[in-house]
């Protein structure tokens, strides 16, 4: 049985312990903004947050989860979560979309502890997110923008 | 006119023509009286574009417009979405042409269905370039009927009216009727034939052709937005396994590591045991070719897709390699080394010009360099999945296809049902690049969910399952030599070009490249050399060969563009002088004179091969990039042009390599002329993609083989471009060329690319790269 607390909501869940945060958040609460890419920390797609900070889901196991878990469905929510979505669109960021997702989670992580972020504080902080379409030097811009 | 709505002979043309299939249904308007498109093509007009695609086209509005009563304008987009922003540029041509108000238009995604909505295989560069034409004639005639049905009411001459933005007005007297209010009106009118449709003047366009959202820091226009914007940046985007279908089970299969091997046995015991695990069962394979179909293996079904895949790691499974023959014995290492030695040979001579024997005979100094470009794997950050719904003898699909038709074929085919049974519902794709062209994996799902009577399953591929069994990127040695006279000019050029077809998936391996990849810019060979000879030795297919974006443009272009640079150096001259050099006069060359017989489905007569947009496009890019200017010592730029899918490109790098051998990429300037732009902000964002592709191409793609199993099986092994990858700056030069016909633009930014970035290395540090990736290279 695990607890968790997904977007201000609490649930008590019927999973085993090592299930992955990314399939329960997906698959059992049916919250599919959160993506399958990699399953091993490897692209970011997954990414949510931990009591305010960017973690991989899909190599989480749901026992480790213990906080206030954050999804993009809710970051909407959250000041800089919304200036965030709002320069994504005003630089037509997002090609297909699925990393974007993932991209957006880990952009509110980085503008949380800094507010301001240089060019390469910005690649350093996202680097770990990959982007198939390319989209990397509008994501840059819109982090400086937001 | 000047008749009553209610006049009986109006209602009387109604009845004769009513085609009354809503796109969305039960809604007030749907337009009605099919068009007659069909009588418009003659038997050589059928043979390319559109029309030579299978489906071909239609311009009935009643199949991509719908109004509301409400004044809703429901648009359907029959393309596939995958980063390029389709549903937003088909639903731009339509309202522009129509005159809706962007926030009163939705889209509705088409299923799969080419009987009604014409070809929908999302592919080769082809949407806006066959379907600009029949939208905007399909909007044209919906604005028709809009202002004729106003005219109606008013009694007055249609003449006088005209239709402004989501309205109709009567200029005259200045009364206006909103287009919901003419919606139910205009149903009962005839859908104007081709001759009196009248479209837009260029000024009258509020859309199309015209530069949208935030362009070097300055706001172009706010509209029209992105379609998906908002739901992708709140993740209530759907993508493939993001469909809504209720109570469902989730799946991975374990496929043959080896092409053609097949299932020998298996022990599920472990499997069952995982908690979750609700079934393990063989899917049928296929023998070579395996076309669309499913490799074969083994099924494991479960309440989720974690159980799913720790069930497949529980399972115990004997492959059978004798069927796979010598592709048990494939490794890239090898192989490479065969093509390369086979490369020294004359092979199949696919064209020839002059006397290369003698032009070579009389060189003052000769060049010659062989080039390799590995396989690679497509990766969307989407892996392949899809859910199936199967309830008697019928199917849903929900997919993310790039070809929705081949999709309900296939699947049909497998399932033994009518095809009319099988219905496709496209999703967003989470990126294609080629790999969503092959339903593959959407037939294996419906082989699963047959099980699962009326509950839905989704098939999900794992990443490791997408880099080991992909349709792959070929793989490619190209061999060239030169003879330079003493003035330094090419008078000789012989290439000689090897990599296994895509054909191979579909037929017994020819072994050598087909029409479509030839043309693919290699017999299609640009330059003015007096003596030119071209060869397609043999190279045999020992994997799933398939398409990737720009496909063979990739490796044809790597080379061409490597050697003409390395020829301007043997030559002691300035890289672009050279190029331009070796183009020649500007002219036009008839695709048939150089054996070229597929140009892309394109008329040669009307999409010839110009060799002055290429002179442009490379002036444009080296002049926005300064060419020439001063650069400090480990610094240089590099360029390389290709023209393809009917569109031309040229890039600049400037690169910098350090002592340690890191590579800086300071800028890429990158010149596009694909003629008429529909939709500008996209195609800069495709050639902004398109350049990060390409880098990742030239640094870091590369998935190679070991006895015929691929060696890499996710992201810490196969290497994909990462925000430290990207250009400080990239910049987009869009040629304005409206006169000539549309060419494609989602593929033809890519194969320039890693030619540019390895000639810029070159010129930054004097290290030539002749195979791909770069890798570690420059840091031996």
């Not at chain 2, 029309?51 to 029959?78: C, E, K």
């Not at chain 2, 030619?755 to 890798?775: E, F």
Request: with cysteine; charged share 20%; hydrophobic share 40%.
């Amino acid at each position: 049985m695990a607890s968790l607390n997904i977007n201000g909501k609490e649930y008590q869940l019927d999973v085993p312990d090592q299930m992955p945060l990314l399939w329960v958040i997906r698959d059992v609460l049916g919250l599919k903004g959160t993506k399958f890419g990699c399953g091993k920390a490897q692209c970011g797609a997954c990414t949510v947050h931990l009591d305010g900070v960017a973690i991989r889901s899909c190599t989480t196991p749901v026992s480790g989860a213990i906080g206030e878990i954050t999804t993009i469905e809710a970051i909407g929510n959250d000041p800089i979560g919304q200036r965030l979505q709002k320069a994504w669109l005003d630089l037509g960021v997002p090609q297909c979309g699925f990393c974007q997702s993932g991209q957006i989670m880990n952009a509110v992580s980085l503008l949380r502890q800094n507010p301001a972020p240089g060019r390469d504080e910005i690649i350093h902080a996202m680097s770990g997110n990959l982007c198939r379409c390319g989209t990397y030097n509008r994501i840059i811009a819109a982090i400086q923008r937001a | 006119m000047t008749v009553d709505t209610k006049d009986p002979v109006l209602l009387a043309n109604v009845s004769r023509r009513r085609f009354m299939l809503g796109v969305a249904g039960g809604s007030a308007l749907v337009l009605a009286a099919r068009w007659d498109w069909a009588h418009a093509n003659t038997e050589e007009e059928q043979k390319y574009g559109a029309a030579g695609m299978p489906g071909g086209w239609t311009d009935d509005p009643n199949v991509f417009i719908q109004i509301d009563a409400d004044g809703t304008v429901t648009l359907v987009n029959h393309r596939s979405e995958m980063g390029q922003g389709i549903r937003t540029s088909v639903a731009m041509v339509m309202a522009d042409e129509l005159g809706a108000n962007w926030d009163q238009v939705k889209v509705q995604q088409a299923v799969g269905d080419h009987s009604r909505y014409g070809n929908q295989n999302t592919d080769g560069s082809r949407s806006m370039r066959h379907w600009y034409g029949p939208l905007r004639r399909a909007a044209a005639a919906a604005r028709q009927m809009l202002e004729q049905s106003a005219a109606n009411q008013w009694l007055v001459p249609v003449e006088e009216v005209r239709a402004g933005v989501h309205e109709v007005v009567h200029e005259p007297s200045g009364r206006t009727l909103g287009f919901g209010e003419l919606a139910e009106a205009a149903r009962g009118l005839e859908v104007p034939d081709h001759t009196s449709l009248k479209l837009k003047s260029d000024g009258d366009l509020r859309f199309l052709g015209k530069e949208t959202g935030i362009i070097n820091g300055e706001l172009k226009s706010a509209f029209p937005k992105a379609i998906d914007g908002e739901d992708i940046v709140s993740g209530k985007a759907v993508f493939g396994a993001d469909v809504d279908v209720g109570d469902r089970l989730y799946a991975v299969i374990a496929r043959p590591p080896v092409y053609g091997a097949t299932l020998k046995n298996f022990d599920d015991a472990a499997a069952l045991k995982v908690p979750g695990v609700k079934k393990v069962m063989s899917i049928e394979g296929t023998g070579q070719p395996a076309a669309f179909k499913p490799l074969g293996g083994v099924a494991v079904v479960a309440t989720n897709t974690w159980a799913a895949i720790k069930g497949r790691e529980a399972l115990s499974i004997d492959w059978d390699n004798g069927p796979a023959e010598d592709n048990s014995a494939y490794t890239s290492g090898s192989y490479r080394e065969a093509l390369e030695k086979r490369s020294q040979s004359p092979g199949k001579v696919i064209r020839e010009e002059g006397d290369l024997a003698k032009a070579m005979e009389s060189a003052a100094q000769k060049v010659s360099a062989t080039y390799y470009m590995p396989h690679m794997a497509q990766a969307p950050m989407e892996p392949p999945n899809a859910t199936v719904r199967i309830e008697k003898d019928r199917a849903e699909v929900w997919a993310p296809v790039q070809n929705p038709e081949a999709t309900r074929n296939t699947v049909a085919e497998r399932l033994g049902f009518d095809p009319a049974n099988v219905i496709v519902n496209v999703t967003l794709l989470g990126g294609g690049f080629g790999r969503k062209s092959k339903p593959d994996f959407a037939i294996e799902a419906a082989s699963i969910a047959q099980t699962f009577e009326g509950q839905p399953v989704t098939l999900q591929w794992t990443r490791e399952d997408d880099l080991q069994h992909s349709y792959f990127h070929t793989v490619s040695v190209d061999h060239l030599e030169a003879g330079l006279d003493e003035n330094g000019k090419t008078i000789g050029w012989l290439h000689r070009s090897l990599s296994p077809s895509i054909s191979s998936l579909f037929a017994p391996d020819p072994e050598h490249k087909v029409d479509f990849e030839l043309g693919m810019g290699l017999n299609t060979t640009p330059f003015n050399i007096p003596a030119l000879q071209l060869e397609n030795p043999p190279a045999s297919a020992h994997v799933r060969i398939g398409w990737f974006r720009a496909v063979y443009n990739l490796p044809h272009a790597w080379a061409i563009q490597s050697f003409a640079h390395e020829l301007s150096v043997a030559a002691g001259r300035d890289h672009r002088d050279y190029l331009l050099e070796l183009l020649g006069e500007d002219r036009k060359i008839p695709n048939p004179s150089v054996g070229d017989t597929w140009n892309y489905g394109e008329d040669p007569d009307i999409y010839t091969i110009n060799t002055g947009r290429m002179r442009g496009v490379i002036e444009r890019a080296t002049d926005e990039a300064r060419w020439g200017k001063e650069l400090p010592k480990g610094r240089g730029m590099g360029l390389a042009f290709h023209h393809s899918f009917v569109s031309y490109t040229a890039v600049v790098f400037d690169v910098e390599v350090d002592d340690a051998g890191e590579l800086i990429i300071h800028r890429a300037d990158i010149a596009f002329d694909c003629g008429p732009q529909a939709n500008p902000e996209r195609i800069r964002s495709q050639m902004e993609g398109a350049c990060v592709m390409g880098i990742g191409i030239a640094l870091q793609n590369e998935i190679s083989f070991q006895d015929g199993v691929a060696q890499q099986s996710n992201f810490d092994r196969y290497l994909l471009p990462r925000m430290t990858e990207a250009p400080r700056e990239v910049r987009v030069h869009l040629v304005d060329n409206p006169d000539v016909p549309m060419g494609g633009v989602g593929e033809p930014g890519l194969p320039p690319v890693a030619p540019a970035l390895v000639n810029a290395i070159y010129a930054a540090t004097g290290k030539r790269i002749r195979s791909l990736p770069v890798g570690d290279q420059l840091k031996a």
